[in-house]
Nanobody, 120 residues
Framework: QVRLEESGGGLVQAGGSLRLSCAASGRFYNTYSMGWFRQAPGKEREFVGAIRWSDSRTIFADSLKGRFTISRDNAKVMVHLQMNTLKPEDTAIYYC?????????????WGQGTQVTVSS
């Protein structure tokens, strides 16, 4: 059982930056992975990126590479999503997720989500 809690969402102007954070608690093992999905109104859930805890290997959606970066804390079970050069189309609810494997398309555990709104 893993529990996830997101923070850092808010309103930002186009071209700006925002950093989301997700803290995990419970039975989170070193072999697990954490990542981010997002869902905009009227659209399906979209994979953003994920990181494997054991070796910090990351995978990312091709369309977001270069603008978004995912990282983990050195001492805490916490992952960050650094979002730069934000665009209005980045507006969505961002969800933290975790699973036992890095390439899971339907993660086992989910956070409650945090709203990111990018104004033009």
């Amino acid at each position: 059982q893993v529990r996830l809690e997101e923070s850092g969402g808010g309103l930002v102007q186009a071209g700006g930056s925002l950093r989301l954070s997700c803290a995990a608690s419970g039975r989170f093992y070193n072999t697990y992975s954490m990542g981010w999905f997002r869902q905009a109104p009227g659209k399906e859930r979209e994979f953003v990126g994920a990181i494997r805890w054991s070796d910090s290997r990351t995978i990312f959606a091709d369309s977001l590479k270069g603008r978004f970066t995912i990282s983990r804390d050195n001492a805490k079970v916490m992952v960050h999503l650094q979002m730069n050069t934000l665009k209005p189309e980045d507006t969505a609810i961002y969800y933290c997720a975790a699973d036992s494997t890095l390439k899971a398309t339907s993660p086992t555990w989910w956070g409650q989500g945090t709203q990111v709104t990018v104004s033009s």
